[in-house]
C-alpha cells in the first residue's frame, strides 16, 4: 500500500520541472487532474485502490478475447480464445488456440501471427470451450467490445447446451462514462489514456486480455470512486 501526499508535496512531484516555477497554481492544476481513484482528506491524496480491491469482495471476473477469421460469427471462426479469472486474490489464466476447420485468411494471420501450422493440431472450438466453462461459472464477464465476441461465443455454447447468462460488462461502455471526452474507446486508444504503452501481443487473445484487465482496473475505480461496488452493478446493459 502506498501512502498519502499533501496536495502541495503531490503536485511539485507530478510537475517537477526545472523550467516551472512554484506556487499555488501548481495544486490548482492538479485537481483539474485528479479523478474518481484519488481519495482526498485531511491528511492528503491517495489511491481508491489502497483501501479496497478490485474486484470487490466476494465478486469473481473473467477477463477475456478471442481471435476470429473474420468479422461474421455465422460465415467465421475462432481461432483463438483467452480469459483470466480474478477472485479472492486469486487468478487463473487459460489460454488455447482453436482449429477453424477452415483455412486462416492471410490477412488474419499477418494481424495476428497465427499460421494454419499453428492451429493444424488444435481442439476444436466446442472442445475448448467445455474446457474453459468451469472458469466462466459465477462470474462477471468483462470484454472490450463485448458484442463481437458473444456474437461468436453465444450460438457456440448453445450448441453445447449452455445459455450464456454470465452479467456482461463492456469497456468500451465503462470509458463512455469514465472518458467521456475521449473520442475513441478501442484498446489501443485505452491504452493510451492510460498510459500504457504500447501493447504487448497486440491482436492475441491473452495480450488483449491483458490490456482490457489493466484499463478495466482503472475505469472501476473512477467509476466508484470510494463507493465499492461489484463490477456488474456498474454495466450499462445487458447482453
Known amino acids: 500500500m502506498g501512502c498519502q501526499l499533501p496536495p502541495k508535496d503531490l503536485a ?3 510537475l517537477a520541472s526545472p523550467g516551472l516555477p512554484k506556487g499555488a497554481w501548481a495544486g490548482d492544476l492538479l485537481q483539474d ?8 482528506n485531511e491528511a492528503g491524496i491517495g489511491l481508491w485502490e489502497w483501501k479496497y480491491p478490485f474486484p470487490a469482495q466476494g465478486e469473481a471476473i473473467v477477463v ?13 471462426e475462432i481461432i ?11 487468478r487463473t489464466v487459460f489460454e488455447r488456440l482453436v482449429n477453424p476447420g477452415v483455412s486462416i485468411p492471410p490477412f488474419i494471420s499477418r494481424l495476428t501471427g497465427i499460421r494454419n501450422q499453428d492451429v493444424r493440431d488444435a481442439a476444436d472450438i466446442h472442445t ?10 459465477d462470474a462477471t464477464l468483462i470484454i472490450q467490445n463485448a458484442g463481437f465476441d458473444l456474437g461468436f461465443l453465444k450460438p457456440r455454447l448453445r450448441r453445447l447446451g449452455y445459455q450464456l447468462e454470465n452479467p456482461v460488462v463492456d469497456t468500451i461502455n465503462w470509458a463512455r462514462k469514465a472518458l467521456p471526452g475521449l473520442s475513441k474507446r478501442g484498446l489501443d486508444s485505452l491504452a493510451w489514456a492510460f498510459d500504457l504503452g504500447p501493447i504487448a501481443d497486440r491482436h492475441r487473445a491473452l495480450g488483449d486480455v491483458e490490456t482490457t484487465l489493466q484499463v478495466a482496473h482503472e475505469m472501476y475505480y473512477m467509476l ?10 456498474l454495466a450499462a446493459r445487458a447482453y
Request: net charge negative; aromatic share 2%.
Open 80 to 90: 483463438e480464445l483467452a480469459l483470466v479469472r480474478l477472485e479472492k486474490g486469486q
Open 64 to 76: 477475456l478475447d478471442i481471435e476470429t477469421t473474420g468479422l461474421s460469427p455465422e460465415q467465421n
Open 128 to 137: 475448448v470451450l467445455q474446457q474453459a466453462l468451469p472458469l466462466l461459472e
Open 33 to 40: 487532474l485528479l479523478d474518481g481513484r484519488f481519495e482526498q
Open 12 to 14: 511539485e512531484q507530478l
Open 224 to 233: 466508484t470512486a470510494g463507493r465499492p461496488v461489484p463490477a456488474h452493478q
